[in-house]
C-alpha cells in the first residue's frame, strides 16, 4: 500500500553554528508556496528594448526563513540571555547571522530532500 503525505508537519533537527550545535524546529514551505514565494518577488525589467525578469533572491530567503524556523533551544544574546523565537528576534538575528540563517535552511532543504527520496525508494519497493 502506497502512503503519501497530505500535509507538511513541523521537524526538529539540530543544526551546527560556529561550533554550537543547538536545536531548531523547521516547517518545510510547499512546493506551490515556494513557486509563489518566487513569482511574488520577481519583476519583470526591460533592457536594451528585451524583457527579462530579475528576482530578489534575499528576500525570497528572508521569507523562507522566517516562515520555516519554528522554534530554537540553547540560543542566547550577546549577554548569554535566552532569545525567545519570535518573529522580531528572529528578524534581528537574520540581519547580523548569516551563518545561522545559512544553517537553517540548509537543514529545511535537507529534510525535504531526505522526504523526496525516502518517497521515491517507497514507491519503487
Known sequence: MLCLRTESNEF???????GETIKVTLMPMLRSEMQD???RYTKKDWKNHQKSEVTN???VARERYMGALKGWEGVVDNKGQELKCDDQTKAVVYQLNPDFVAA???ATDSHQELEKTAAEEEQGN
Not at 526538529?12 to 560556529?18: F, K, Y
Open 12 to 18: 526538529t533537527t539540530e543544526i551546527t553554528v560556529d
Open 37 to 39: 514565494l518566487v513569482k
Open 104 to 106: 537553517v535552511l540548509d
Open 57 to 59: 533572491w534575499d528576500e
